[in-house]
Each structure stands twice: as C-alpha cells, then as structure tokens.
C-alpha cells in the first residue's frame, strides 16, 4: 500500500508529519508497540478485560488439554 512504512503517518494528513513529542527512533528503549491516538490507547486498555472474560469462559479447556 505503501513505498515504505514511514508512509503511512502522512497518509491522513497529507504530506505534512505528525508533531513529535520526542523521537522514538533515539530513546534507548523504544516500545515494542507504540500506541498512536486516543482510540488505540482506549482499545489496548479494554483487551486485559476481553482476555480475562475469554480465559474465564474456556478455562475448563484450557486446564483439561496437558502439554
């Protein structure tokens, strides 16, 4: 979809760069995942709660199957 990754931050807002509020790409230990936005912050919130309904409702399984 696009020449390289780097394109995808002007891919909404034309070709002009997001603000920076510090470079990732020098601190000495960059996220592995980094959350751009308020509806990713919200979603990667929500999924401790999602992981633990869906582990409550197929524990049963999960304890039953040794490895």
């Known amino acids: 979809m696009f020449a ?15 603000p920076r509020h510090g470079d990732v790409t020098e ?3 960059p996220p592995l995942r980094l959350q751009l936005g308020a509806d990713s912050v919200e979603r990667i919130e929500a999924k401790p709660d999602l992981v633990r309904l869906e582990l409550d409702q197929w524990r049963h399984v999960a304890l039953s199957t040794p490895l």
Do not use: L, V
């Open 27 to 29: 601190t000495a230990e």
């Open 4 to 18: 390289n990754r780097s394109h995808w931050m002007f891919a909404a807002i034309g070709d002009t760069p997001a």
